[in-house]
């Protein structure tokens, strides 16, 4: 198995469980309301220790509370937390699940957008055989990763633009280090609607167009229809949704990447079978609460 560093978000999750999801300007009743670790640098090296890899995540909290609940639920997973402490409140986020298991995500705080990497992280990231970053990392430290990649120095480097170009505005990477890290990563993954903020096309486009601007493998998620992933070789192929009783599908996108790293960066699954496999790895979390709820092993998952 291979060695995994997770680069970015650790932080705490104020999960509100409602009645509903509101409309603009509607409401809600809350039923039920938990604290818990997620991110999704940590949620993804969560999910590749469960696979058997080594993994560690390079991250930043606070000095409160929140930190030890944040480090101790990646180390039950047996992930290194080389997490850093610093001033202040850890940074968090406020997730609002509705009854069918779909939710709302909102992030604040700023112990990870003050994330910077020290000598012994760039020597842990140097060692491993694949890093994982995403756009809600800061963007001096993504930026850093790819001339790290580009240089030589990292042996593949796996990106997920996690959220839309507003969302990130202040807080994650530019448009310029995404095209940067669009041109050069060995895996690209991102959602529907990241794309359409980014390229203005919809995930089977965008695809293609990713692998012909350099990326090596992309894998664009459309939720409950499924994922278009390309390798450079074929235009895009459709790998659907796989069929559950979803609980909750928070975490979802970040068991989806870590089953791809498994099974299509360090493993040598082609690309319909790393579909299927991250897939059932992403439909598996589903049917738990929480982004670490249900992960798989490799006993879990479909043959390549």
Request: with cysteine.
């Amino acid at each position: 198995m291979g060695s995994i560093v997770t680069v970015g978000s650790a932080v705490l999750d104020h999960v509100y469980v409602l009645s509903n999801l509101p409309e603009p300007d509607g409401g809600a009743f809350v039923t039920d309301r938990t604290r818990r670790g997620g991110g999704v640098a940590a949620n993804v090296a969560c999910g590749l220790s469960a696979l058997g890899h080594d993994a560690a995540v390079v991250s930043r909290v606070g000095d409160d509370d929140a930190a030890e609940t944040i480090v101790d639920s990646v180390r039950e997973w047996g992930v290194d937390a080389a997490v850093h402490r610093g001033d202040g409140a850890s940074s968090y986020t406020l997730i609002l699940r509705g009854p069918d298991g779909g939710r709302m995500i909102v992030a604040g705080g700023d112990s990870v957008p003050k994330l910077r990497l020290r000598e012994p992280d760039r020597d842990r990231i140097r060692a491993a055989d694949v890093v994982f970053t995403s756009a809600y990392a800061p963007d001096r430290v993504v930026n850093e990763l790819g001339e790290l990649r580009r240089a030589g120095a990292i042996d593949a480097l796996a990106f997920d633009l996690s959220g839309p170009l507003s969302e990130l505005e202040g807080r994650g990477t530019t448009p310029e280090t995404i095209d940067a890290l669009a041109a050069g990563a060995d895996l690209f993954v991102a959602n529907e609607v990241a794309v359409r903020s980014y390229l203005d096309s919809g995930p089977a486009v965008a695809a293609r167009t990713l692998c012909r601007v350099g990326a090596e493998r992309v894998a664009v998620t459309a939720g409950a229809t499924g994922a278009y992933l390309a390798d450079g070789a074929t235009e895009s192929v459709h790998v659907p949704a796989q069929e559950c009783p979803p609980v909750d599908t928070t975490g979802a996108g970040d068991q989806f990447t870590a089953a791809l790293i498994h099974a299509w960066v360090l493993g040598d699954a082609g690309l319909r079978a790393a579909g299927r496999i991250a897939a059932s790895a992403a439909a598996r979390n589903c049917t738990a609460p929480g982004p670490r709820g249900r992960l798989a092993t490799s006993s879990d998952l479909p043959d390549q």
